[in-house]
């Protein structure tokens, strides 16, 4: 419902945009790219204009708002692309940082979700070596990890070189699902999972 943007924003030089990202408060707009010059853009909305930018976030895994739109969370990995990664929220709208904390040895991260139901964030990812996946469910408030799930056995591995993303949603049951396109001995497989009696603590 907006009126056209008359001047378009200056090109980014970005590698592998595959998602812009809405706010669910309708005011701010950002991509998810795996690398980006100069940091990761966040715009305004219904403007499109540029509102900030994480000066040193330029290599990422996943981007994703909180439901209320206040929050901003960016898995990256510091240090010129290399090493392991952090998970770092700011304030979606000014983009001051507000809470950041390593994730020790996850590596190539598929999925990062806000519960809309429960203060916790979840992380899909695959271990390198193997490509078994694994979900990590933290506290959003403080970042601290409030459970780990592996997935069983037999199911399709998912790595860098076959699978790139996950798709991640929650309901108001105890619940969260997960699907991925993952690899097996079969070949290319969709695996849909759902993970129960994480929620004991809360």
């Known amino acids: 419902g907006a009126a056209p943007v008359d001047e378009p924003m200056p090109p980014f030089q970005v590698e592998d945009a595959d998602a812009v990202l809405m706010s669910p408060a309708r005011n701010r707009a950002t991509i998810q790219p795996s690398s980006i010059l100069e940091g990761l853009p966040v715009f305004t909305v219904p403007g499109a204009e540029l ?8 290599y990422l ?10 929050r901003l969370a960016v898995i990256y ?21 507000i809470a950041q904390t390593p994730l ?17 964030i979840y992380i899909a990812s695959g271990e390198e070596a193997t490509g078994r996946v694994t979900l990590e469910i933290r506290h ?33 049951e105890p619940a ?4 991925f396109n993952g690899s097996s001995d079969a070949g290319s497989q969709l695996t849909v999972g759902r993970a129960l009696d994480i929620f004991e603590s809360q």
């Open 51 to 58: 509102a900030y930018r994480i000066a040193d976030v330029n």
């Open 61 to 70: 895994d996943r981007v994703a708002f909180s439901p209320d739109g206040s």
């Open 77 to 97: 990995k510091p240090n010129q692309g290399s090493g392991n990664r952090e998970l770092r929220v700011s304030d979606a709208l000014t983009g001051t940082p």
């Open 104 to 120: 020790g040895s996850t590596n190539a991260v598929f999925g990062l979700l806000y519960d809309a139901h429960r203060p916790l």
């Open 140 to 172: 959003a408030a403080t970042l601290e990890v409030a459970g780990r799930l592996e997935a069983p056995e037999g199911l399709p591995r998912c790595t860098y070189g076959n699978c790139y993303s996950a798709a991640l949603a929650t309901s108001t």
């Open 176 to 179: 969260v699902y997960f699907a």
